[in-house]
Protein backbone atom coordinates (compact mmCIF):
# COMPACT_ATOMS: atom_id res chain seq x y z
CA UNK A 1 0.00 0.00 0.00
CA UNK A 2 1.02 3.22 -1.19
CA UNK A 3 -0.27 6.87 0.08
CA UNK A 4 -0.26 9.93 -2.05
CA UNK A 5 0.71 13.35 -0.21
CA UNK A 6 -0.05 16.55 -2.20
CA UNK A 7 2.68 19.24 -1.16
CA UNK A 8 3.71 16.95 1.47
CA UNK A 9 0.42 16.26 3.27
CA UNK A 10 -1.16 12.95 2.62
CA UNK A 11 -4.55 12.83 0.82
CA UNK A 12 -5.21 9.00 -0.10
CA UNK A 13 -3.88 5.57 0.75
CA UNK A 14 -4.03 3.04 -2.84
CA UNK A 15 -2.54 -0.26 -3.32
CA UNK A 16 -0.12 -1.05 -6.20
CA UNK A 17 1.83 -4.06 -6.59
CA UNK A 18 5.25 -1.56 -7.12
CA UNK A 19 6.84 1.92 -6.08
CA UNK A 20 7.02 2.37 -9.54
CA UNK A 21 3.26 1.67 -10.39
CA UNK A 22 2.19 3.33 -7.46
CA UNK A 23 4.60 6.58 -8.77
CA UNK A 24 2.57 6.27 -12.11
CA UNK A 25 -1.02 6.65 -10.33
CA UNK A 26 0.23 10.47 -9.07
CA UNK A 27 0.53 10.80 -13.10
CA UNK A 28 -3.10 10.29 -14.09
CA UNK A 29 -4.84 13.21 -15.42
CA UNK A 30 -8.14 11.48 -14.27
CA UNK A 31 -6.40 11.61 -10.50
CA UNK A 32 -5.04 15.20 -10.90
CA UNK A 33 -9.02 16.15 -12.01
CA UNK A 34 -10.66 14.55 -9.17
CA UNK A 35 -7.90 15.94 -6.43
CA UNK A 36 -8.59 19.37 -8.15
CA UNK A 37 -12.85 19.38 -7.69
CA UNK A 38 -12.48 17.86 -4.46
CA UNK A 39 -12.42 19.62 -1.31
CA UNK A 40 -11.52 19.86 1.82
CA UNK A 41 -12.78 22.46 4.73
CA UNK A 42 -13.58 24.26 1.26
CA UNK A 43 -10.07 23.90 -0.08
CA UNK A 44 -9.34 21.96 -2.96
CA UNK A 45 -6.88 19.06 -2.43
CA UNK A 46 -4.77 19.69 -5.18
CA UNK A 47 -3.89 23.04 -7.22
CA UNK A 48 -2.30 23.25 -10.90
CA UNK A 49 1.02 23.93 -9.01
CA UNK A 50 0.73 21.66 -6.29
CA UNK A 51 3.86 18.59 -6.04
CA UNK A 52 2.23 15.07 -5.54
CA UNK A 53 5.04 12.45 -4.06
CA UNK A 54 4.72 8.31 -3.46
CA UNK A 55 5.16 6.94 -0.82
CA UNK A 56 4.94 3.78 1.53
CA UNK A 57 1.57 3.70 3.31
CA UNK A 58 2.17 3.69 7.11
CA UNK A 59 0.10 1.57 9.55
CA UNK A 60 -2.79 4.01 9.99
CA UNK A 61 -2.65 4.82 6.69
CA UNK A 62 -2.84 1.02 5.68
CA UNK A 63 -5.77 0.69 8.47
CA UNK A 64 -7.85 3.16 6.69
CA UNK A 65 -7.40 1.70 3.23
CA UNK A 66 -8.00 -1.91 4.75
CA UNK A 67 -11.40 -0.76 5.87
CA UNK A 68 -12.00 1.35 2.91
CA UNK A 69 -11.34 -1.73 0.91
CA UNK A 70 -13.82 -3.59 2.85
CA UNK A 71 -16.58 -1.45 2.67
CA UNK A 72 -16.55 -2.04 -1.24
CA UNK A 73 -17.97 -3.49 -3.29
CA UNK A 74 -15.63 -6.20 -5.15
CA UNK A 75 -14.53 -4.68 -8.53
CA UNK A 76 -12.00 -4.10 -10.80
CA UNK A 77 -11.86 -0.27 -9.92
CA UNK A 78 -9.00 0.78 -7.95
CA UNK A 79 -9.96 1.55 -4.12
CA UNK A 80 -8.70 5.17 -2.87
CA UNK A 81 -8.86 5.73 0.49
CA UNK A 82 -9.22 9.19 1.31
CA UNK A 83 -7.17 10.22 4.56
CA UNK A 84 -8.71 13.95 4.60
CA UNK A 85 -12.25 14.40 5.17
CA UNK A 86 -14.12 15.69 2.13
CA UNK A 87 -16.45 17.71 1.75
CA UNK A 88 -20.42 17.03 0.89
Do not use: C
Not at 19 to 48: C, I, Y
Not at 63 to 73: L, R
Request: proline share 5%; hydrophobic share 45%.
Amino acid sequence: MFTLEVDGKPILTFEADRFREAQELGKERWLHADLSALTSNGVPLMNANARLSVRPANLKEANIFGQAAAATKPSEDMVLAYLVELDS
